[in-house]
């Protein structure tokens, strides 16, 4: 299998407060993972590329100092979403490729953001 | 950079009817295609997929084309039923490595009892 975590599913936050979203691989290592954000009815914006043991590579446009990026480990990858305000509210998805020489990518069931 | 276009953005079929979504592409060196469903509330989960070797690939009720030359690539969903409703997504990437994805526009598919 291929099964990739989210923590937490949805959560609520006030502005001006951080919140941390883990992305886990279940049963393989990632050394890749991304992290996407999706507003409703819309497809899925890449926000970075997190490569474990070293910086994320973010995408143009993703405040990297805003959305701080930690892969720790070959199984899990986190997203700290710093000083957030409402229009940080989405939908956050990660994925993580499983290597087996292959570029499949395997989604997270995603986060739900909502800053009041 | 890779550009995906997806079509058509809604589809309503009756079930047991077959749909198709299509695909094309812009960057001739990309030769990962998969294909994503993705559930109201949920993460995008990967139903098929093919590479450039091959000009289609078949997994019980879905298929997927491939056209090289053209650049564009088909989802082919057979006898369709009411769990096939979902939004699907299109994609496109260079498998080689750990290549990011492009992902089309999504088309939100409609079964109709």
């Known amino acids: 299998g291929a099964v990739v975590s989210q923590h937490p599913s949805w959560v609520i936050c006030k502005s001006g407060t951080s919140v941390k979203i883990e992305c886990r691989s279940l049963?393989?290592?990632?050394?890749?993972m991304f992290w996407y954000r999706q507003f409703p009815k819309q497809s899925l914006m890449l926000m970075a590329t997190?490569?474990?043991?070293?910086?994320?590579?973010?995408e143009q446009g993703v405040e990297k100092d805003k959305f701080l990026i930690n892969h720790a480990s070959l199984t899990l990858s986190t997203l700290t979403v710093t000083s957030a305000h409402p229009e940080d509210s989405s939908f956050y998805i990660c994925?993580?490729?499983?290597?087996?020489?292959?570029?499949?990518?395997?989604f997270g069931p995603g986060t739900r953001l909502t800053v009041t | 950079g890779e550009n995906v276009e997806q079509h058509p953005s809604t589809l309503s079929v009756q079930e047991g009817d077959s749909a198709v979504i299509k695909c094309t592409y812009s960057?001739?060196?990309?030769?990962?295609f998969p294909w994503y469903k993705q559930e109201l509330g949920k993460g995008p989960q990967l139903i098929i997929d093919i590479r450039s070797n091959v000009g289609e690939k078949k997994d019980q009720r879905i298929a997927v084309t491939l056209n090289k030359t053209a650049k564009h690539f088909s989802l082919h969903i057979t006898e369709t039923q009411p769990e096939d409703s979902a939004v699907y997504f299109c994609a496109a990437s260079y498998d080689f490595g750990n290549e990011k994805l492009t992902f089309g526009t999504g088309t939100r598919l409609t079964i109709i009892p």
């Open positions: 960057d001739s060196a990309s030769n990962y």
């Open positions: 997190s490569n474990e043991g070293s910086k994320a590579t973010y």
């Open positions: 994925s993580a490729i499983k290597p087996a020489g292959v570029n499949e990518q395997y």
């Open positions: 049963d393989f290592q990632a050394t890749t």
